[in-house]
């Protein structure tokens, strides 16, 4: 059985001047050290009662802000964008029924993207229909994934689609 590259994979060996992978902010991990900062600061200007409650939690919260930033910042989501407009490729998933499976890649492939609205879905089934586009449709990939035994993998490669084809993608999307 030959392996069908996934679109993930397909993107990362893409050139660049098209898509390019990017991970999220660093901003709320920065955010989270200086809230520890300024809370460790605090907790030792201030004088406080030996008896007091006080001490604790400001250090208690110091630490805890500080470990959250700790994790926002080595634990970043990665994503892919588009070069042109810098838009973050999306993913969505549409669930068929496992009989359609031959339909359902006859028409990616041959990208008659109307009539797919005419194949029977499902609601969590073994044959899955992926895509990945720009909020903006100017980019769009597509693959259409069958369960096999623990993963699911694909039956077909990925395929690049034109503006209108993903625009009609995106709407067939929030129709189901």
């Given at each position: 059985?030959e392996?069908?590259?996934s679109?993930?994979?397909?993107l990362?060996?893409?050139?660049?001047?098209?898509?390019y992978?990017?991970?999220?902010?660093?901003?709320?991990?920065?955010l989270?050290?200086?809230i520890?900062?300024?809370?460790?600061?605090?907790?030792?200007?201030?004088e406080?009662?030996?008896t007091?409650i006080?001490?604790?939690?400001?250090?208690?919260?110091?630490?805890?802000?500080f470990?959250?930033?700790?994790?926002k910042?080595?634990?970043?989501?990665?994503?892919?964008?588009?070069?042109?407009?810098?838009?973050?490729l999306?993913?969505?998933?549409l669930?068929?029924?496992v009989?359609?499976?031959?339909?359902?890649?006859r028409?990616?492939?041959s990208?008659?993207?109307?009539?797919?609205?005419?194949?029977?879905g499902?609601a969590?089934?073994?044959?899955?229909?992926r895509?990945?586009?720009?909020?903006d449709?100017?980019?769009?990939?597509?693959q259409?994934l069958s369960y096999?035994?623990?993963?699911?993998?694909?039956?077909n490669?990925?395929?690049q689609?034109?503006?209108?084809?993903?625009?009609?993608?995106?709407?067939?999307?929030?129709?189901?």
């Amino acid at each position: 059985m030959e392996k069908i590259d996934s679109i993930e994979n397909v993107l990362l060996n893409m050139d660049t001047k098209i898509v390019y992978q990017a991970k999220s902010s660093l901003l709320p991990a920065i955010l989270f050290f200086a809230i520890s900062i300024v809370v460790f600061t605090v907790n030792a200007v201030f004088e406080w009662q030996p008896t007091s409650i006080y001490p604790h939690l400001f250090l208690m919260m110091g630490s805890i802000c500080f470990i959250i930033g700790i994790i926002k910042a080595f634990f970043r989501k990665t994503f892919f964008a588009s070069t042109a407009n810098h838009q973050k490729l999306i993913n969505h998933e549409l669930y068929f029924d496992v009989s359609e499976q031959d339909k359902l890649v006859r028409l990616i492939n041959s990208k008659n993207i109307a009539d797919i609205k005419t194949l029977k879905g499902a609601a969590n089934s073994g044959l899955k229909f992926r895509f990945m586009a720009t909020k903006d449709a100017k980019l769009c990939f597509s693959q259409v994934l069958s369960y096999v035994p623990f993963e699911f993998q694909g039956v077909n490669n990925v395929i690049q689609h034109s503006q209108a084809e993903a625009q009609m993608l995106i709407d067939l999307k929030k129709s189901k």
